[in-house]
């Protein structure tokens, strides 16, 4: 089987469910899937532009959501000693259920999976694990 990760943010207590943007639940399948986990990362990761130089991912919704929070990829098997400054992290990853969290936890995963689609020119279609799609040009 395998451990399976979602994508939190410590801090904000909010998290990215890899299954709503076409990734499987295991590390190893994050890291090799394109526009998932990883531009998610990225993208909430990134820091605020300055607005002094091109190339500017904009959206402020989105884009620098995470910059300078505490944020990990946490795993079904997590343990209390995993992560010793945060109290009750052995539970998270039970709260970061693919549609709604629980115990104030925030699934973001819709707002950023409608960026990432934007970006990419791609759809996000299904129910659980989505599938990738590639929009028709014009």
Same mark, same amino acid.
């Given at each position: 089987?395998?451990?399976?990760? &979602?994508?939190?943010?410590?801090? @904000?207590?909010?998290?990215?469910?890899?299954?709503?943007?076409?990734?499987?639940?295991?590390?190893?399948?994050?890291?090799?899937?394109?526009?998932?986990?990883?531009?998610?990362?990225? &993208?909430?990761?990134?820091? @605020?532009?300055?607005?002094?130089?091109?190339? #500017?991912?904009? #959206?402020?919704?989105?884009?620098? *959501?995470?910059?300078? !929070? *505490?944020?990990?990829?946490?795993? !079904?098997?997590?343990?209390?000693? !995993?992560?010793?400054?945060?109290?009750?992290?052995?539970?998270?990853?039970?709260?970061?259920?693919? !549609?709604?969290?629980?115990?104030?936890?925030?699934?973001?995963?819709?707002?950023?999976?409608?960026?990432?689609?934007?970006?990419?020119?791609?759809?996000?279609?299904?129910?659980?694990?989505? #599938?990738?799609?590639?929009? @028709? *040009?014009?």
């Amino acid at each position: 089987m395998g451990q399976y990760h &979602v994508l939190v943010n410590f801090d @904000k207590k909010e998290y990215v469910h890899p299954w709503a943007l076409g990734n499987g639940l295991k590390l190893f399948e994050q890291l090799f899937a394109e526009n998932g986990m990883k531009d998610a990362l990225f &993208v909430l990761m990134a820091s @605020k532009s300055n607005g002094r130089g091109g190339g #500017d991912l904009g #959206d402020g919704m989105v884009v620098s *959501r995470w910059a300078g !929070d *505490r944020v990990a990829f946490i795993g !079904d098997y997590t343990e209390a000693e !995993d992560h010793p400054n945060i109290e009750g992290v052995e539970k998270i990853y039970g709260y970061c259920g693919s !549609d709604t969290g629980e115990n104030g936890w925030k699934n973001i995963t819709p707002r950023l999976a409608s960026w990432l689609e934007n970006a990419f020119e791609i759809k996000f279609v299904g129910e659980g694990w989505k #599938d990738i799609v590639q929009k @028709k *040009r014009r």
